[in-house]
């Protein structure tokens, strides 16, 4: 393997802001920052959306109601429906 091709890999410090969650993970990333976490020096990334804060990932999308359309329909314009002008 030829040497001095290969980025440098090392542990670094991911942080969510958004959720104030800190990931450590394996990166070539390069930074300057730098971030004290678990009693060890590792270099700091700062994200907008991660897995703890993006809804895809939590579940916390908007969930459709449960019940079928007809239900939703009656629900909504059923009075209109029930009421006859004779």
């Known amino acids: 393997m030829k040497a001095d091709i290969h980025p440098h890999y090392r542990p ?7 959720a104030d969650h800190y990931f450590k993970v394996g990166s070539t990333i390069k930074t300057d920052r730098t971030v004290e976490f678990e009693g060890a020096t ?7 959306v991660s897995s703890a804060s993006h809804a895809y990932y939590t579940g916390k999308q908007k969930e459709f109601n449960k019940e079928g359309s007809a239900a939703r329909f009656n629900k909504r314009f059923g009075s209109f429906l ?3 002008n004779k």
């Open 12 to 18: 670094v410090i991911f942080h969510d802001t958004s």
């Open 42 to 48: 590792y270099p700091y990334v700062t994200l907008d």
């Open 82 to 84: 029930g009421s006859s």
